[in-house]
């Protein structure tokens, strides 16, 4: 019941990573390529349970109906802001159609704010998830939205 699985480090500090105080419960498959370098929000293993009888069965996960995702990511550290003005809508929400050019947040630096803009090799795209908190602190290369290739690209 419990155990230890694993150790990350974060500025220096060493956090146990422990498994659910729950019987049964096993890491069924580990997600990362590397173990030395995740960034927040990495989904780092699939855990299963053993059911009656001992048969394993692994914990159902989100199916997405696409195969490709691409990442917009953080273009400087700041903090992370979806709205324009805090009693706006948001910029964006999941299942929204955007296209490149399109503003999609704000990122705060020194009381200054840049937008965050959609731009690459995709013209139009789906807002699959928002994975930035709103408020909330974000790093250079912290992934901020997933996106869906629609349209033209």
Known sequence: VGGRVGRIRQLYRDFELWLPEKRGVFVAKLLVDSPWEVEYGTVLMRLGERGEGGTEAEVELEKREHSEVFWLRAKMDGIFYRRPKPDQPPFVEQGQRIRRGDTVG??????????????????????????????????????????????GG
């Open 106 to 151: 704000l990122i705060e630096v020194m009381k200054t704010f840049y937008p965050v803009v959609f731009e690459g090799e995709l013209e139009e795209a789906e807002v699959g998830e928002v994975v930035a908190e709103d408020g909330r602190e974000i790093q250079l290369g912290q992934r901020i939205l997933a996106l869906i290739p629609r349209g």
